[in-house]
């Protein structure tokens, strides 16, 4: 993805389905507001509704990133796992898409230790400080640790403070991730379906949730606009805000 401006079409969102949402049945009230009609049984979403979003919130995030800000992508369920995390991994931003670890907003100090260890294990490792020291049992066991740790905060390792903000694929699916990020006043800029409180985040995305083409079509254009906002910062503050 490149650093010029990318333009949000409700042709091209037509064509990554970000306008089906689920059943009539499983609508949330509050979605209303965002949801065009009924066709085929299921909830289409107000593509309209949706661009007039993306083309308010994709500056805001242009304006965190070039600030020098950290937002941190949240993506578990299945079909967004390997989108999120490729995307997290291009643009230099602290991700999570095995399982949130309650707490990691709300109590970053114990989740910070982990991080540190994953860290320590892996240095230790890379310089052969296991081959004296510990049998060939043990260092199988630091092994396995390093691999269940890099699956829970593997993404976040570097990430030495409190994100700036969080971007979640899945509000129904990330709702305890939400709850710490509201409690700890982290604005979350999310993707909401047709069954979910949009109230619950800071900056909704109106958009199927469920669709691969849906998913990776909102996930590039706000890494796009951290792409953008990053080539804004001068070297030289680019060098102390990776520092900091």
């Known amino acids: 993805m490149s650093n010029t401006t990318q333009t949000v079409t409700v042709q091209d969102m037509l064509t990554a389905g970000i306008h089906f949402g689920h059943k009539p049945s499983k609508k949330h009230p509050k979605m209303d507001r965002f949801v065009f009609g009924v066709r085929q049984g299921i909830n289409i979403i107000d593509l309209e509704r949706s661009k007039e979003q993306l083309d308010t919130i994709l500056p805001t995030i242009e304006e965190m990133a070039a600030m020098g800000k950290t937002i941190l992508f949240l993506g578990t369920k299945r079909q967004a796992q390997a989108i999120v995390k490729a995307a997290a991994e291009r643009i230099g931003m602290p991700y999570i898409t095995e399982r949130w670890l309650g707490g990691l907003l709300t109590n970053y100090g114990h989740v910070g230790n982990l991080m540190k260890k994953l860290t320590q294990l892996k240095s230790e490792r890379d310089q052969g400080l296991w081959q004296d020291r510990y049998t060939k049992k043990e260092q199988l066991?630091?092994?396995?640790?390093?691999?269940?740790?890099?699956?829970?905060?593997?993404?976040?390792?570097?990430?030495?403070?409190?994100?700036?903000?969080?971007?979640?694929?899945?509000?129904?699916?990330?709702?305890?991730?939400?709850?710490?990020?509201?409690?700890?006043?982290?604005?979350?800029?999310?993707?909401?379906?047709?069954?979910?409180?949009?109230?619950?985040?800071?900056?909704?995305?109106?958009?199927?949730?469920?669709?691969?083409?849906?998913?990776t079509y909102i996930v590039e254009q706000v890494a796009a606009a951290v792409e953008r906002g990053k080539a804004r910062i001068p070297l030289n503050q680019a060098v102390v805000t990776n520092q900091s």
């Open 141 to 215: 066991m630091f092994e396995r640790e390093i691999e269940d740790l890099t699956k829970v905060v593997g993404g976040v390792e570097q990430m030495i403070k409190l994100p700036d903000a969080v971007f979640v694929v899945d509000c129904k699916k990330e709702k305890t991730a939400i709850k710490e990020a509201n409690r700890m006043h982290i604005p979350v800029i999310a993707m909401v379906d047709t069954n979910v409180n949009p109230e619950k985040v800071t900056y909704p995305i109106p958009g199927n949730d469920d669709g691969v083409k849906s998913i």
